[in-house]
């Protein structure tokens, strides 16, 4: 989500009420947006920073769970254009290959689909810069 989405309220209720109808609707509008909106861009900097913590969670939980926050991070990664996107999700994949998180990037990338503010022209040049632009 970029900075103008949500208000604290809301992004609270998405984290302790991820199942509600309300959740799942402003989800669906937020996702819909970046998929058709090419203006409705990531805060990159705070995305990186997120992947940095999915990263380090991954580095220090038993092995059996270092999947799900690879998963996450991979996901976070192709969001913002950044090439680390596949060979994370690779990774996790060959941990878990019950990670549909991952294989949802993969297949993404495998059918080169992005959000909208990547396929402006000149996207990849303004994509984020933590890892090279896909």
Known sequence: MGTDH????EIMEFA???HTRASGDAMGRMLTEAFDDPQARPDCVRVERGIAALEQCAQVVPNQYCAQPLAM?????????D???MPM??????????ATLAGIVIAALL???HPAWLCMPKAPKEACTAGEAM
Not at 6 to 9: C, D, F
Not at 73 to 81: D, E, L, P, T
Not at 89 to 97: E, F, G, I, S, Y
């Open 111 to 113: 059918r080169d689909i």
């Open 6 to 9: 949500g208000s604290g309220e």
């Open 83 to 85: 090439a680390r996107a």
């Open 73 to 81: 991070a991979a996901y976070a990664c192709w969001w913002i254009g």
């Open 89 to 98: 999700a690779m990774q996790t994949v060959a941990m878990d290959d019950d």
């Open 16 to 18: 302790v009420h991820p």
